[in-house]
């Protein structure tokens, strides 16, 4: 288990990370989504101790990550840009990482490369850099760490190869209680393999929770109304985040339960409403709105 407990990083003036409070159980897929600048690089560059917190700490599986050689064994990092040596294989890379990871297994290694089409005495600086995040990705889960962190994880892969790549994520998370921490500024990337997700915004956390799709203080409802009156006894009931309307059709984000909100629908008696599912771009807009980040404003660029 992976434990934060008010962590702070500055860089002069800009206060990248504040105060952050998070537990990552073990076995889990923990997604960390925000905009870019949202702290999320380095958040993880704390978390595999390439960077020092100016207060705060984190302790993994009860000991602390700092300049702790046994700790951080289980621990494999990916950054955006991986990095690896002038002209250097795969398999050269792979040698010298496992000099770094005694459970290191080669075996299964050559078998994801092959599996996958990639030459492992090819040089890596002859890739793409979406080959060059899968190659290090594959690596990572054959390094035999019980955590692998990754930053911006599905940038530049293909579909085919990010779908394979979710798929062995969570294969190892199944069958050898890996626990993985991918962050991403692409909130739908993440959204259907992670089973825990972490909104950080001006590094601060806004949300941290499982299966923060399905939260319960923020609904999505579309409805027909038989008259105005009946739409505004809508609005001046509930504390509504968003309205839209396409046609006769209305659909509200607004705040409160599902079972609060559907009373004033029903008091309302529309023609027709039923709820939908909150995507996980509209649970981050509102959030981040309601810290003060004008979203809307972009749309009228």
């Not at 600048?37 to 101790?49: H, I, M, V």
């Not at 999505?220 to 309307?245: A, G, M, S, Y």
């Not at 984000?253 to 008091?267: H, K, Q, Y």
Request: aromatic share 10%.
């Amino acid at each position: 288990m992976i434990e934060i407990h008010e962590l702070c990083k500055n860089y002069g003036q800009v206060k990248a990370i504040r105060s952050v409070d998070l537990t990552i159980r073990d076995q889990q897929i923990f997604g960390l989504v925000g905009a870019n600048g949202a702290g999320k690089s380095t958040l993880l560059g704390l978390l595999s101790d390439v960077l020092e917190p100016d207060s705060g700490w984190i302790h993994i599986d009860g000991q602390p990550i700092r300049d702790n050689v046994e700790v951080k064994q289980e621990l494999f990092y990916i950054p955006d840009e991986a990095y690896y040596f002038p002209s250097s294989t795969i398999a050269q890379m792979a040698d010298y990482l496992e000099g770094f990871y005694p459970a290191f297994d080669s075996e299964k290694l050559n078998h994801f490369l092959d599996f996958f089409e990639l030459d492992p005495n090819r040089s890596i600086s002859t890739y793409s850099k979406g080959t060059r995040k899968q190659l290090f990705i594959l690596i990572g889960l054959s390094a035999g760490a019980h955590y692998l962190v990754l930053d911006e994880t599905f940038d530049g892969l293909d579909v085919f190869v990010r779908q394979g790549i979710k798929a062995l994520i969570r294969k190892e998370v199944k069958e050898r209680g890996l626990t993985a921490v991918i962050a991403s500024h692409n909130l739908s990337e993440v959204d259907d393999v992670c089973s825990h997700l972490c909104i950080l915004h001006e590094g601060k956390v806004l949300i941290s929770q499982d299966g923060i799709s399905k939260t319960k203080t923020i609904q999505k409802v579309q409805c027909i109304f038989k008259k105005d009156e009946d739409r505004e006894l809508v609005e001046d009931r509930l504390k509504i985040r968003r309205h839209t309307k396409q046609g006769s059709m209305h659909i509200f984000i607004a705040d409160g339960s599902r079972e609060s909100v559907e009373t004033v629908f029903r008091e309302a008696d529309p023609l027709f409403y039923e709820f939908l599912n909150l995507s996980l771009e509209e649970i981050f807009f509102t959030r981040t709105e309601e810290e003060g980040y004008d979203i809307r404003r972009y749309t009228k660029l």
